[in-house]
Antibody, heavy 119, light 106 residues
Framework: EVQLVESGGGLVQPGGSLRLSCAAS????????MSWVRQAPGKGLEWVSI???????YYADSVKGRLTISRDNSKNTVYLQMNSLRAEDTAVYHC?????????????WGQGTLVTVSS | ETVMTQSPATLSVSPGERATLSCRAS??????LAWYQQKPGQAPRLLIY???TRATGIPARFSGSGSGTEFTLTISSLQSEDFAVYFC????????FGQGTKVEIK
């Protein structure tokens, strides 16, 4: 069974940093495309970043230069390093898996981890 | 950037009735359109991909149609567990989501 479990969220001051983790089971992250998608309180969904099976990475313009996606194949885990955080980064951050060989939609999601940026 | 617009924002439907949700793209996304269901405090759940293909385990009462810029999700006979928020998402370019349609009990 495919499972994604996020962790690492919390309260951080503007300008601060946080690292989110997404632990996967039931499949291998390095054989799939993995994304982070966020949802601000009471709002819709916003794609943030993706890491492809070949290791290439891409970002939404709103986070480019501040957020970095990576993975540890030995731990079957995907990370999101968040630097220079702003109030508008406050959201629940979900990781999502794209089906192998498909377009960038998400067939499995984690429950999410809440990031609150506030002084 | 492709902007996805969903309508209506809220849909009030009685159990057993049909619900029709719309999603419009600001430019053609071909058939690269997915639909998700989200209940409070839960992760989104994939319902439909490639505009009309049901995901694994999704009941037949959920159907998707459309191509290009106009898409529809139809729930043929609403069950109690279907009251939720529904999002569309294009993946013809970098993923973009609509703002959601809340389906509530009438």
């Amino acid at each position: 069974e495919v499972q994604l479990v996020e962790s690492g969220g919390g309260l951080v001051q503007p300008g601060g940093s946080l690292r989110l983790s997404c632990a996967a089971s039931g499949f291998t992250v390095n054989s799939n495309y993995m994304s982070w998608v966020r949802q601000a309180p009471g709002k819709g969904l916003e794609w943030v970043s993706i890491i492809y099976s070949d290791g290439s990475t891409y970002y939404a313009d709103s986070v480019k230069g501040r957020l970095t996606i990576s993975r540890d194949n030995s731990k079957n885990t995907v990370y999101l390093q968040m630097n220079s955080l702003r109030a508008e980064d406050t959201a629940v951050y979900h990781c999502g898996k794209t089906p192998h060989g498909s377009g960038n939609y998400f067939d499995s999601w984690g429950q999410g981890t809440l990031v609150t940026v506030s002084s | 950037e492709t902007v996805m617009t969903q309508s209506p924002a809220t849909l009030s439907v009685s159990p057993g009735e049909r619900a029709t949700l719309s999603c419009r793209a600001s430019q053609s996304v071909s058939r690269h359109l997915a639909w998700y269901q989200q209940k409070p405090g839960q992760a989104p759940r994939l319902l439909i991909y490639e505009a009309s293909t049901r995901a694994t385990g999704i009941p037949a009462r959920f159907s998707g149609s459309g191509s290009g810029t106009e898409f529809t999700l139809t729930i043929s006979s609403l069950q109690s567990e279907d009251f939720a928020v529904y999002f569309c998402q294009q993946y013809n370019s970098w993923p973009q989501f609509g703002q959601g349609t809340k389906v509530e009990i009438k």
